[in-house]
């Protein structure tokens, strides 16, 4: 659980690795919404709260 207005903060990809180099994210989905969003994008998901990944694949999710 994450208290309301409290980030959680992580790495969807932390520790995964190709043989050329880390993995960069481009873009993500929200599982329920029809929008893709570009890495660094906010996603605002209706009464759950907002969530942004960045291209090295760390996250924010501030619950609402």
Do not use: C, H
Request: no cysteine; charged share 10%; glycine share 12%.
């Amino acid at each position: 659980l994450v208290p309301v207005n409290y980030p959680k903060t992580g790495s969807v990809i932390d520790g995964s690795f190709t043989n050329v180099g880390g993995l960069s994210l481009q873009s993500f989905t929200v599982d329920g919404m029809q929008e893709t969003f570009t890495a660094s994008d906010q996603a605002t998901i209706s009464g759950k709260g907002t969530i942004q990944i960045q291209q090295d694949g760390n996250y924010t999710f501030t619950p609402e």
